[in-house]
């Protein structure tokens, strides 16, 4: 059971975070540099992130 928490479970969380941390860092970049964040122009390159992960 740990093994299999150790080898599978710990990567897929880092995965997860990881991508989450990407999402979070292009939405504050949109904001910087547009002033607003449009989530229907980024809805599909986020939902492509999501499932490729």
Known sequence: ??????NNGSPAIVIMLANFALVLRVIRHKRRQ????????????????????
């Open 1 to 6: 059971m740990y093994d299999w928490a150790a």
């Open 34 to 53: 547009q002033g607003g964040y449009s989530w229907k122009k980024q809805r599909r390159m986020t939902l492509q992130l999501v499932f490729i992960s």
